[in-house]
């Protein structure tokens, strides 16, 4: 099986700007994974949230290249969060914050 990297809103935004500190060796990063066959994980909150942030601080035409380089690279994939998700999220979170536990990591989500 294919290694999944989850990729958050600050790495989209330094792969779209290349005036972002982190922007060559992400890019360099991104360009490996995706050779070695890994796929570049992401969730539907972290592109509106990507796309948002990149739209504010390097306009709309950046934004629509964010776009449509998520669109178009084959090695992404969008898990949807929905309410289910979501609802589980916040369970979870609840949880740890009473139990003062660390947040467990994304397969409990699951």
């Not at 792969?15 to 360099?28: P, T, Y």
Request: a neutral charge; proline letters at 3%.
């Amino acid at each position: 099986m294919a290694s999944r990297v989850f990729v958050d809103t600050s790495g989209w935004y330094a792969l779209i700007d290349r005036r972002d500190a982190g922007h060559d060796q992400i890019s360099a990063l991104v360009r490996r994974l995706i050779k070695e066959g890994a796929r570049l994980v992401t969730t539907d909150y972290v592109i509106d949230e990507s796309c948002t942030l990149t739209q504010a601080r390097s306009g709309a035409g950046a934004a629509i290249r964010l776009l449509d380089l998520l669109e178009e690279t084959a090695g992404v994939d969008v898990e949807w969060i929905g309410s289910d998700r979501f609802e589980a999220a916040k369970r979870i979170f609840r949880s740890t914050l009473t139990n003062r536990s660390p947040l467990p990591t994304v397969p409990a989500l699951r």
